[in-house]
């Protein structure tokens, strides 16, 4: 039976939604949920819920109950990204769709790795499976823009954030100055979380003597960065403690260091090879916090995906650091209020 596209949107949807539980879990890997459908009734749910182990079809399939296993050959599988064609750390997950008989699998996005690319729609639709792609697929790509800039521009995704008082400035000059509340502090430890690198300057590193790490919210610290080329960050700072994974581009300091890499960034190009870099060892998601100096050399070379504003309505600093400027904010906006503090975030169109 074949529906119309509205009518397979809330089970793209609920995938969505499965998908987003494993946030901060699977990166690089794309954010997967799928469900099993007969009729109207959802027999089975899955999502991709740690980095290496198995896929959402997999635990989809394996959730579904002994009782209603025989209605499988006749549910319809959702999914939000194109079962994979390859062995990676699983089998295809097109083969188990295959192999379960499944006849009609509904997704959202085909899969851009180079491994999958429509390959496994092709194989579907070979073997005479009905295939329906592209429902809700900018939600779709929106949701894994991470994965979908990591494989295109090879390349994290870059988050630009900040945080202004009412007249625009980052601080004062030289002195750590809070400008958000308490609450709104969770959420951005809630940002870090789910971010696979946090990267700040030399200059906010020596004066904030940031731990760069997500105290105020649950799930896996993020690797650290700090740009360090003249090597001024004190030796007694946090960045500097060797207590978790941790980049200094900039001169090797003295001592014995086990989780901390002193990386040599070329002198062109020095943020496009550190981003490669990141890419390549398989970190999807950079989070920049600071300070402006560090935030506006990313902007002009057109490096960012998104910028998260937070800004203290009722502080007027009337002097100080001012924020970054850009030529122009990216196109899509939104907007939320957590007490005085207005959070903004703007971002390009997904890199599909
Ligand atoms: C799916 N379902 O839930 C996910 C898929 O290293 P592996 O074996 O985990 O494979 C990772 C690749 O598989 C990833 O780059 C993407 O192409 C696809 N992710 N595919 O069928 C899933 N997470
Ligand atoms: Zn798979």
Redesign the pocket.
């Known amino acids: 039976m074949t529906r119309s596209a509205d009518a397979h949107q809330p089970y793209i949807r609920r995938c969505f939604d499965l998908a987003r539980r494993a946030t901060g879990a ?1 990166s690089p ?2 954010l ?1 949920g799928a469900v099993l459908v007969h009729g109207d009734r959802i027999i089975g749910e899955g999502w ?1 819920q740690r980095y ?1 182990q198995a ?3 997999i635990n989809a399939v394996a959730s579904v109950s002994a009782a209603d296993r025989h209605l499988i050959p006749a549910a319809r599988l959702y999914c939000n ?1 194109e ?2 064609f390859h062995y ?3 089998p295809p ?1 097109v083969d188990l769709v295959l192999r379960e008989g499944i006849r009609q699998v509904i997704i959202s996005n085909t ?1 851009p ?1 180079p ?2 690319a429509g390959q496994s729609v092709q194989k579907m639709c070979a073997a005479g499976v009905e295939v329906v792609t592209g429902v809700l697929e900018a939600e779709g790509a929106r949701l894994n823009r991470a994965f979908f800039t990591w494989i295109s521009k090879k390349r994290p995704l870059v988050i630009l954030k900040w945080a202004q008082s009412a007249d625009g400035y980052v601080g004062r000059a030289g002195e750590q100055t809070p400008i958000s509340s308490l609450n709104t502090q969770r959420l951005t430890h809630r940002w870090r979380a789910a971010a696979d690198a946090i990267l700040v300057g030399a200059h906010t590193a020596r004066v904030d003597n940031p731990r760069l790490d997500n105290r105020l919210y649950p799930g896996a610290a993020p690797l650290r960065i700090a740009l360090d080329r003249g090597g001024i960050i004190p030796a007694g700072h946090h960045l500097l403690d060797d207590s978790r994974p941790t980049w200094i581009a900039g001169p090797a300091r003295p001592g014995r260091f086990a989780q901390t890499l002193f990386v040599d960034l070329p002198t062109e190009n020095p943020l496009e090879n550190l981003l490669e870099r990141l890419a390549e060892a398989n970190y999807a998601i950079l989070y920049v916090e600071g300070g402006p100096a560090t935030h506006q050399s990313f902007i002009d070379r057109g490096l960012f995906d998104e910028l998260r504003i937070i800004t203290n309505t009722e502080l007027y600093l009337g002097d100080g650091l001012p924020a970054a400027t850009l030529p122009a904010r990216p196109p899509h906006r939104e907007s939320s209020r957590i007490g005085a503090d207005r959070i903004d975030i703007f971002y390009q169109e997904p890199n599909r």
């Open positions: 699977v890997n794309p997967v991709h290496g896929h959402a079809e990204l079962p994979c990676g750390k699983t997950c899969d790795n491994k999958v």
